[in-house]
Every structure is written in structure tokens, then in C-alpha cells.
């Protein structure tokens, strides 16, 4: 997945042009810049690259999901659905705006199950965010249906899955609003950075104000633009975005890299008898940026997993066991455990989540291991790759 391993000439010219100008700031500035608006010129190429009307880009990825949450008017005591399944960032988005995260079951897509979606709705819920996990995708057809029945909002967290598509649109580009992450482990960076996407003027125009203190952005003034409603800084710095501009043109080039080792190693690990894959809904295509497999049981993966890591195979998650992105491991979600006092309608409204049933999340997260796709293994470094984790899982398999 990582973008920062073909990291070179172009993104340090396109710094350069920066640090050159001095105007290290988005907004402001026109006659010191020489020309040089990067954060602009990455959110055209983007939302060009997303074929959607319009592209934001922001400090980070959890950024983009609070700001699009905003965007569109969500707030106090309104219920988002979640998968049990994804990066703390989605929880932390929703808290942050006084929001309620309504945790549900994933499937074996390794994503939202649009039936526990279904039964997770009440008169307070408003948004469905699944969360394209690993670098495939939530049958967003299914998800569709569900909100356009119940007059939800369909919000994409495509951090982990930048490139994959749905029916022929880019993934996060299907639903209302679709959130990436540029951080420095994403398929394409900025250092730190992320954008929303979007084809509604009014929740790109709300996110564009809302990011930067509310400015409306209208003039060429920044100190007599006006404020239609309060905002927050949630902006990248020219420095980030011009690292974005550079990697954003390379894209297609690191997907390209990524599918060759993903299929390299998809395709060793299929002749292993009790090995099986995650599901790709019918319509789907992956970014490929991990390769995300089942064990018959917890107890194999577990041990497999391990066995992986002592054979010298790096990059392997067995994610039913990790602190930041299942469940779990999430006691300060569950206990609300903060440093400041919550909001009256987060504490009156969360689900008491340390008595929640989330079996069927578990029986496929604990079968579940992800190989991470790295863009820089040589020919002979995958194909030894591939070799030494079908040496390994077959042993594992018949201890
Ligand atoms: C699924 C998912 N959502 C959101 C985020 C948050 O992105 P950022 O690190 O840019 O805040 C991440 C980051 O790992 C992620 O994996």
C-alpha cells in the first residue's frame, strides 16, 4: 500500500516550487506564491482522477470524515453506522461532532453486512459510512438501497481502498460523499493529508468554508471575507499538497505495481487446500493493496500468523488481535474514556458496547490474516515472498 517507497525527483520539485515562493500556506498570499496554489491544483487533479464534481483537501484523513460529517449536517445525538471492522479514525470522526457511532457486524467482505445495517437503523440514524477496508470494498448497492429507503447518507471511508472501483466508479465516488487519507502509509501521500470527494455543491461549498474557520473564501481579502457559520482548521499546508500533486500523477502507476505482486501472491496461496478469500461484491474491483485471507479457524490464524512473522514474512496483519482496528481492543470507546467530559447526548445515547454481541464480526476477523502489498519488493523478493508464506501456511495447516 505505501506510496512513500517510490518517493523521488518529482515530489521534491514539486516542494521545491514551495519552499521557492515561501507561501507555505493554501489560502492568501497571490502576489508572493509565483503562481503556485497546490492544495488547488491536487484537489482538480483528484477530483478529475475520482471523476466527481468536486474535491476538498484536508490535514488528514480523519479530517476528511469529521469535515464531511459536518458538511452535511450531522451533529449532536445523530446516529452514524459503522463497521466493527476498520481504523479508530471512523469513531473518533463521529465523537468529534457530538455524533453517536453505532457499531455493526462486518461479513465476508471484510465490511459493513448490509443486513446488520438494516437492523441497526432508528429514528435518530443518518449516516451509513462503511469502511473499504484492506483495499476492497462493502457491497455499496446493497448499502445504497438501504439509505435511499430509509433517506440516509451514503459516506465512503475509501482511505484503505484509493483506486478500487464499484460498477466502474472510483470507489468513494459512488455514494454522497467518499473521505481518503494521504497519510504516509496510503497507496498515494502527502506526509500527512486527505481529501473528501463529492458531487453536491452544497456539502463541498460547507466543507471548503468549514475547514478554514468558516471563511467563505469570496474576494481576495482573507480579512474581510465573512463567515457564514463557525469552521474549524482542518487545511493542509502547501508543503503537503505539493508532495499530493507529485504522487497523484503516479497513481495508476503504483495500482498497476500493486495488482502485478498482489496477483504473484494470490495466486500461490490459492493451491493451498483450507486457504479461502475474502469476498469482493459482485460489481467490485480491488485496489489490491493487501491480500486478505481466511484460515479455517481462529485458533490455525492465530498460529499462522505468528509462524508468518517468525519465518521472517513482514508485513502480515492478524487484525482480530490488534489495538487500532477491530473492536475488540477498542476498551476506550467502550469505557469512554476521555480527557474531557463528554457531550450529554453522546453519554445518554452510546450503546453500552461492553455488553454487544459482535460473534459474526469475529468469526470472520478471527480467521482473517492481510498481507500488506508493498510497491518496492522486486521480482525475485515477491516471488521468494510468495514461496516462503506457502511453506509456512501449509505446515501450519497440518500441525
Ligand atoms: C480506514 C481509515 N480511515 C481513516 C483513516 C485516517 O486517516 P489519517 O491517518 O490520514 O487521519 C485511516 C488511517 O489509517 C484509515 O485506515
Redesign the pocket.
Known sequence: MPGFELFGEAEKAQVNDVLDSGVLMRYGFDGMRNGHWKAKELEKAFSERMQTKYAQVLS????A?TVALQSAGIGAGDEVIMPTF??V??FESILAIGAIPVLVDIDDTLTLDPHAVAKAITKRTKVVMP?H?CGSMADLAALKAICTQHNLLLLE?A??AIGGTYQGKPLGSYGDLG?F???Y?KTITCG???ALITNNETYYKNADHYSDHGHDHVGTDRGAETHPFLGYNFRISELNAAVGCAQVKRLDEFLAIQKQQYTILREALEGIDGVTFRRVPKGGTENYSFLNFFLPTQEKARMVHKALGAAGVDACFYWYDNNWHYYRKWEHLTKLTSLGKFPKEILDGLPDYGKADFSKSDVWMGRTISSLVKLSWTPEEVKNRAHLMVRTITEGLQD
Open positions: 488528514s484523513g480523519t479530517a470524515l476498520t481504523f479514525a471512523s469502511v477496508m471511508d482511505c484503505q473521505c487519507s494521504f497519510d502509509v500527512e493529508g486527505g
